[in-house]
Nanobody
Framework: QVQIVESGGGLVQPGGSLRLSCTAS??????????MAWYRQSPGKQREFVAH???????TYEDSVKGRFTISRDNAKNTVSLQMNSLRVEDTGVYYC????????WGQGTQVAVST
């Protein structure tokens, strides 16, 4: 089984930055093979896609975060990060990390609150 743990959430003012981390552990054949993604769920809304990174580090982003968020991976540490800059109130939500390889594995989420 693969365990996913997110960290790095918190409270930040609009315009600020946060860096989220996601670490995979457990029965991992090779983290290099996993496609990784971040999703978020804002209050009263369904979970939505934020960013994705392939095993070869190709990236895609949801339109509203392009140019502000950066997803990256460190295969040696089984970790994916999401650098979030120029945060907006509408970025508030619970951020979830998802790993995909032979199955789909989700973490419990980390809360991000952007508020004055």
């Amino acid at each position: 089984q693969v365990q996913i743990v997110e960290s790095g959430g918190g409270l930040v003012q609009p315009g600020g930055s946060l860096r989220l981390s996601c670490t995979a552990s457990g029965t991992i054949f090779s983290f290099d093979f996993y496609a990784m993604a971040w999703y978020r769920q804002s209050p009263g809304k369904q979970r939505e896609f934020v960013a994705h990174i392939t095993p070869t580090s190709d990236t895609t982003y949801e339109d509203s975060v392009k140019g502000r968020f950066t997803i990256s991976r460190d295969n040696a540490k089984n970790t994916v990060s999401l650098q979030m800059n120029s945060l907006r109130v509408e970025d508030t939500g619970v951020y979830y990390c998802c790993a995909r390889f032979g199955g789909e594995y989700w973490g419990q989420g980390t809360q991000v609150a952007v508020s004055t």
